[in-house]
């Protein structure tokens, strides 16, 4: 059972927005910087946000991030096949004194 | 560019301890940044172990701080991951990983090995 919940899975056409959620507590998103990873299948995990709504060089603007209260979400317009990927959530929390991440998020793509 | 490469057996005998190292090459690991440990059981989520400074000032995943160790060595650019009485639990792809800069409880990777796999079996 992840610290932070996110949903299974999401899907949307090609051209289209998905919107992926994940939920904490006071203890984690409440009070620090959440980041957002996209990993495709057999390779590793790829930093797509951080400190809640921050790219990095050579990631489009087609991903967003946000923040609000104990929960966080990392939005996609312009959906792709090639976006097709497992996308989890992380931040540190300070109860814990621990790195937590969600269960993950598969996107499809229909 | 920066690049990171782990490397050590693919497979561990239960009750043995883990061994892996992270090669850093196109950056210096003395210049700064965190340096750790991240791991992947087969079809589930991620999971932090752990994050070493140059200075050996350490961060371990409670839950695994008991068998953890990661040390890093300077001279040859590199860090390792010690993880001791391993059993089937502990199967999973294992990435080294750079926090990127960030303040005290602000944690993200931005820079990620491709992983290599360990299986725990006899």
């Known amino acids: 059972q992840s610290v932070l919940t996110q949903p299974p899975s999401v899907s949307a056409a090609p051209g289209q927005k998905v919107t992926i959620s994940c939920s904490g507590s006071s203890s984690n998103i409440g009070n620090n910087y959440v980041s957002w990873y996209q990993q495709l299948p057999g390779t590793a995990p790829k930093l797509l946000i951080y400190e809640n709504n921050k790219r990095p060089s050579g990631i489009p603007d087609r991903f967003s991030g946000s923040k609000s209260g104990t929960s966080a979400t990392l939005g996609i317009t312009g959906l792709q096949t090639g976006d097709e990927a497992d996308y989890y959530c992380?931040?540190?929390?300070?109860?814990?004194?621990?790195?937590?991440f969600g269960g993950g998020t598969k996107l499809t793509v229909l | 560019q920066v690049q990171l490469q782990e490397s050590g057996p693919g497979l561990v005998k239960p009750s043995e301890t883990l061994s892996l190292t992270c090669a850093v090459s196109?950056?210096?690991?003395?210049?700064?940044?965190?340096w750790g440990w991240i791991r992947q059981p087969p079809g589930k989520g991620l999971e932090w172990i752990g994050s070493i400074y140059h200075s050996g000032s350490t961060y371990y995943n409670p839950s695994l701080k008991s068998r953890v160790t990661i040390s890093v060595d300077t001279s040859k650019n590199q860090f390792s991951l010690k993880l001791s009485s391993v059993t089937a639990a502990d199967t999973a792809v294992y990435y080294c990983?750079?926090?990127?800069?960030?303040?005290?409880?602000?944690?993200?990777?931005?820079?990620w090995g491709r992983g290599t796999l360990v299986t725990v079996s006899s």
């Open positions: 990983a750079r926090r990127g800069v960030a303040a005290a409880d602000d944690w993200y990777f931005d820079l």
């Open positions: 992380g931040t540190w929390d300070s109860s814990l004194s621990d790195v937590v």
């Open positions: 196109g950056y210096s690991i003395s210049s700064g940044y965190y």
